[in-house]
C-alpha cells in the first residue's frame, strides 16, 4: 500500500471539507492518505511515497519558514521551486511580460523607504483601489480604499506605510468593479487540463482594511459557474506563462487560475499553484475530485 500526506495547517488538522473526500477516493486507489500538518516537528516527510499540498492556509506570515520546509520534502506537489515561485505575487509581473492580461499594477519595494507623499503620488486619483502585500492569502491585509475621500486616502497611505514598514512590498492596483456584480470565476485544472469552474463573490467592502476578526482567511461565498471560452484562453496563456517561466517541463498536478473581467475581457488576478481550495464541490459531470484522485495515485 502507498502512503502519502496531504499536508494542511494546525487549524484543520483533518483537511478542508473540500479536501477530506480525498482520502477515501485515495483508498479506493490503493493509496493510504494521511491529512499531516505541514509544521508539525515529528513527522517524517521521507516517509511519505509523495506530499501534496493543500489546506496550508497560514504559511504567509511565516512565509520563509514555509519554503524552508517545502525544500526538505523530498517528493512534493507542487515542488518547492513552484511554491517559491508562486507565493510571492510578483510573478504578475512574468505573465504580464508575457502578455497575458493582468491587473495593472504599481509595485513599491521596502527598500526604497517611501515617504508618506511618494506613496501618495502612487495612488490613484480616481476610482476605488486596492493595497495589498505580495505574499498573502485569503486577502489577509488587504484592503479597498476611495481616493475621493481624505478619511480612506489617509486610511489607504497607512496601510500600506505599515506594509513598507515591516519590510514587505507592496501591490497598488485599481479596484476593479465587476467584482461587486459579477465576482472572481476559479478555474481549476488538473494535471494540465481544465476541469470546472466556480464563482466566487466580491470580498472587499471598503473602504477598509479587513483585518478585525480575521481568522484564516475571509469568508468566501461560491458557486457553481461556467467559464467562458475567452476566460478559458487567457486561463490557459497563464499557465503556460508560468510553465516557460518556471521551465517546467510536464503539467502541474493541481494549478487554479482566478480571473476578473476588465473592461477589454478577462484579467487575471492571480495564479493559485500553492495551497488552492479547488472547489471540487462544483464540479461538472465528470467530478473533479475522481480526475485529482487519479491524478495523485498516478503520481505515486
Ligand atoms: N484589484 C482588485 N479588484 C477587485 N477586487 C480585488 C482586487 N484585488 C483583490 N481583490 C479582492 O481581494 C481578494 C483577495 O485578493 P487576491 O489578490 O486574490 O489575494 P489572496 O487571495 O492571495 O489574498 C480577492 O478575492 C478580491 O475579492
Ligand atoms: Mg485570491
Known amino acids: 500500500m502507498k502512503r502519502i500526506a496531504l499536508a494542511t495547517c494546525a487549524d484543520l488538522p483533518t483537511l478542508s471539507a473540500d479536501d477530506r473526500p480525498l482520502v477515501p477516493a485515495l483508498a479506493d486507489r490503493g493509496v493510504t492518505a494521511e491529512a499531516v500538518v505541514w509544521d508539525d516537528p515529528n513527522v517524517e516527510w ?111 497611505i497607512k496601510h500600506t506605510m505599515d506594509l513598507l514598514d515591516s519590510k514587505r512590498w507592496v501591490m497598488i492596483q485599481p479596484y476593479v468593479t465587476s467584482v461587486d456584480s459579477a465576482g472572481e470565476t476559479c478555474l481549476t485544472f488538473v494535471d494540465g487540463v481544465f476541469q470546472h469552474a466556480a464563482r466566487k463573490n466580491a470580498l472587499l467592502t471598503g473602504p477598509s482594511r479587513p483585518t478585525k476578526g480575521l481568522g484564516l482567511y475571509l469568508e468566501e461565498t461560491m458557486s457553481a459557474v461556467a467559464a467562458t471560452p475567452e476566460q478559458l484562453e487567457v486561463a490557459q496563456r497563464a499557465l503556460a506563462a508560468a510553465a516557460a517561466d518556471l521551465g517546467l517541463d510536464g503539467p502541474l498536478l493541481y494549478a487554479r487560475v482566478d480571473l476578473v473581467t476588465g473592461e477589454d475581457g478577462p484579467l487575471v488576478i492571480e495564479l493559485e499553484l500553492t495551497e488552492p481550495s479547488l472547489w471540487m464541490t462544483y464540479s461538472g459531470p465528470v467530478p473533479t475530485l475522481t480526475r485529482f484522485a487519479d491524478a495523485i495515485a498516478a503520481r505515486v
Open 46 to 156: 521521507d516517509s511519505y511515497d509523495l506530499v501534496v499540498v493543500r489546506s496550508t492556509w497560514d504559511y504567509a506570515p511565516r512565509h520563509d519558514e514555509f519554503l524552508a520546509w517545502a525544500e526538505t520534502v523530498p517528493r512534493l506537489e507542487n515542488p518547492a521551486h513552484v511554491l517559491r515561485w508562486n507565493t510571492d505575487k510578483s510573478y504578475l509581473r512574468a505573465l504580464e511580460a508575457a502578455s497575458v492580461p493582468v491587473i495593472p499594477t504599481v509595485w513599491l519595494d521596502p527598500a526604497r523607504h517611501f515617504s508618506k507623499r511618494a506613496v501618495h503620488t502612487r495612488m490613484p486619483a480616481f476610482g476605488d483601489f486596492v493595497v495589498k502585500p505580495v505574499v498573502s492569502a485569503g486577502a489577509k491585509d488587504t484592503g479597498r480604499y476611495i481616493p475621493v475621500s481624505a478619511q480612506s486616502r489617509a486610511m489607504a
